[in-house]
């Protein structure tokens, strides 16, 4: 087996501080303490703070001024949605927000897909969503799934839907193990999709918006109630 990655003490600080900022420890448009200050108050030197800084500064918590300070940046005004991974690990309650998101894209995709796809694409979902049913095991279920959505939104034949799909994919990568519950038997996830690749199939831009909704909304509601039953044990446990 593998051995488990150790946290640095870079990874622990960066860790430390961007919890203190996603909670409001440290509001949006305010100065952090100076350097010396901060290093003393977590035991560490100001090499080791400012890679912790950089870290930030790169997933867009943070700004340097030079001469004047490091300030939090407003994420929600300036930031955009590849910090949404980084939000959902600090407080899954975005998911709620990322599934509504993702119904009304999905469902604009299908019907896309539906107006656009060439033999080629179809000929690909419908392998892709055989893949679905054919996959071992709800983990392998769950990326075969999210390989046709990814497939449909090649479809549309525009990328900006393809990088939204990756986008929404990521976001709720840190708890999708908590997410299976639909995944869990091949052949019912292969048919709850089904309707869509066969709309998308058919040219029927109505009926796959259709299907994609309905899809969409069943799996959601899964996988929320798996998430709620996840916490329950989580918490039962401490």
Known sequence: ??????????????KRLREDILAGRHPAGSYLPPERELADEFGVNRTTLKHAFGRLAQSGLLETRHGV????????RLG???LL??????SPDWIGEI?????????????RAADRATEAQVAELRTLLSAVGDADG???????????????????????????????????LPVRAALVAPF?????AHDRLAPVVEAVAARDSEAARV????????????????????RERRDGAL
């Open 1 to 14: 087996m593998e051995a488990l990655p150790r946290e640095t003490v870079v990874d622990v600080l960066e």
């Open 69 to 76: 300070g490091t300030r939090v940046r407003d994420f929600l």
């Open 99 to 111: 599934f509504e998101v993702r119904r009304s894209i999905g469902a604009l995709i299908a019907e």
């Open 211 to 230: 299907a994609a909704g309905a899809y969409l909304s069943a799996t959601e509601r899964i996988m929320l109630e798996g998430l709620a039953r996840s």
């Open 184 to 188: 869990t038997e091949a052949g019912a």
């Open 138 to 172: 709800a983990d392998d279920v769950q990326l075969a799934d999210a390989e046709v959505h990814r497939a449909l939104a090649r479809a549309t034949g525009n990328r900006v839907y393809v990088l939204l799909t990756n986008t929404l994919f990521n976001a709720y």
């Open 85 to 90: 991974p980084m939000l959902v690990r600090h």
């Open 80 to 82: 955009g949605a590849d």
